[in-house]
């Protein structure tokens, strides 16, 4: 991709700057982030001459759409997520979640943005048990006030809403699912990175409830890669796309032994109570990436714990 102008909602998050690292030679990019979370700045990306930074908040819509003109691609990548966050802002969580992509995409139309808009839902909308989930398996809603399908119903809202843009507008969109992405850059909650970090150290680590939960964790490049032919590949504008590693399946107990193990870390592993309705399993099929896309992960879980490793012992 090169010579397009690229905005990017939460641009300054984690998976955004590795998407960054890959297009800011060729193209424009606009960074549009309130900076709640910011993986960019210390990057060494955010004084690049084809990157402009603009502070502001999906739920602005009249600053989003101004700072929107312009645009070829847009990639909203903004949101609320982490448990922890959504159990003490359930309303805000709503609000970005789903007004946010509302604003996004009209914002989009407006602009009359013509190559691509990329909306990030979650692989949450799967619910509790999402073993091989394909695209067209049905989604979960959970029931009402649980904190974890307060988050997931309102990115499943983004998604039907993103896919009524396309029908009704034409909109270029494609959605996409991540499965449990984690690498280099990663900020927040996510479970590799806190426990590499406690790894490193050899301080205790803590698992929320009893550790037999399964997930399959997918590395960063591997997802920006899919991500690069969602944006390049015709085929996929209304499509939605789960993006996942489905061979890097292991319980949360069994990745904290993993990460261990790796890192030669004498670290104790701890439990503690679950945070909220749990899910006991997480797995994606790919097969319709693999078939439209030719999307194939190529990282499998030692070799992504090891760099994400090495990343944070450069920060140290």
Same mark, same amino acid.
């Given at each position: 991709?090169?010579?397009? !102008?690229?905005?990017?909602?939460?641009?300054?998050?984690?998976?955004?700057?590795?998407?960054?690292?890959?297009?800011? $030679?060729?193209?424009?990019?606009?960074?549009?982030?309130?900076?709640?979370?910011?993986?960019l700045?210390?990057?060494?990306?955010?004084n690049?001459?084809?990157?402009?930074?603009?502070?502001?908040?999906?739920?602005?819509?009249?600053?989003?759409?101004?700072?929107m003109?312009?645009?070829?691609?847009?990639?909203?990548?903004?949101?609320?997520?982490?448990?922890?966050?959504?159990?003490?802002?359930?309303?805000?969580?709503?609000?970005? !979640?789903?007004? /946010?992509? =509302? !604003?996004?995409?009209?914002a989009? #139309?407006? !602009?009359?943005v013509?190559?691509r808009?990329?909306?990030f839902?979650?692989? $949450?909308?799967?619910?509790?048990?999402?073993?091989?989930?394909?695209? $067209?398996?049905?989604?979960?809603?959970?029931?009402a006030?649980?904190?974890?399908?307060?988050?997931?119903?309102s990115?499943?809202a983004?998604e039907?809403?993103?896919h009524?843009y396309?029908?009704q507008?034409?909109?270029?969109?494609?959605?996409?699912?991540?499965f449990?992405?984690?690498g280099p /850059?990663?900020?927040?909650?996510?479970?590799?990175?806190?426990?590499?970090?406690?790894?490193?150290?050899? $301080?205790?680590?803590?698992?929320?409830?009893?550790?037999?939960q399964? #997930?399959?964790w997918?590395?960063?490049?591997?997802?920006v890669?899919?991500?690069?032919r969602?944006?390049?590949?015709p085929?996929?504008?209304?499509?939605?796309?789960?993006?996942?590693?489905? #061979?890097?399946?292991?319980?949360?107990?069994?990745?904290?032994?993993t990460?261990?193990?790796?890192l030669?870390?004498?670290?104790?592993?701890l439990?503690d109570?679950?945070?909220? =309705?749990?899910?006991?399993?997480r797995?994606?099929?790919?097969?319709?990436?693999?078939?439209?896309?030719?999307?194939?992960?190529?990282?499998?879980?030692?070799e992504?714990?090891?760099?994400?490793?090495?990343?944070?012992?450069?920060? =140290?």
């Amino acid at each position: 991709m090169k010579g397009k !102008n690229i905005f990017i909602t939460g641009g300054a998050g984690f998976i955004a700057n590795t998407l960054i690292k890959k297009l800011i $030679e060729d193209n424009k990019i606009t960074v549009y982030d309130n900076f709640h979370r910011d993986t960019l700045t210390a990057s060494g990306y955010a004084n690049h001459p084809n990157i402009k930074i603009i502070k502001g908040d999906v739920l602005d819509a009249a600053h989003l759409t101004a700072s929107m003109q312009g645009a070829n691609v847009v990639v909203h990548a903004a949101g609320i997520a982490g448990i922890d966050t959504v159990i003490k802002n359930p309303v805000k969580t709503m609000q970005v !979640n789903m007004i /946010g992509t =509302a !604003n996004a995409l009209e914002a989009a #139309r407006v !602009n009359q943005v013509s190559d691509r808009f990329i909306d990030f839902s979650t692989s $949450e909308v799967f619910g509790s048990m999402a073993f091989k989930s394909s695209e $067209e398996d049905q989604t979960v809603a959970g029931s009402a006030g649980e904190a974890r399908w307060t988050y997931a119903v309102s990115k499943l809202a983004g998604e039907h809403l993103a896919h009524a843009y396309y029908s009704q507008y034409k909109l270029p969109v494609v959605t996409v699912r991540p499965f449990n992405v984690y690498g280099p /850059g990663q900020t927040g909650e996510g479970a590799i990175q806190i426990f590499i970090k406690r790894a490193l150290k050899n $301080e205790e680590i803590h698992i929320d409830g009893d550790g037999a939960q399964i #997930r399959a964790w997918c590395y960063v490049d591997d997802f920006v890669d899919c991500l690069f032919r969602c944006l390049d590949n015709p085929k996929a504008i209304g499509h939605s796309f789960n993006i996942g590693n489905a #061979r890097a399946v292991i319980t949360i107990l069994g990745l904290a032994q993993t990460v261990c193990r790796v890192l030669n870390s004498r670290s104790k592993i701890l439990f503690d109570p679950p945070l909220s =309705a749990d899910i006991a399993i997480r797995i994606p099929s790919v097969d319709k990436a693999k078939d439209i896309l030719g999307f194939k992960a190529m990282v499998d879980l030692e070799e992504g714990i090891e760099r994400t490793a090495e990343f944070f012992k450069s920060l =140290a």
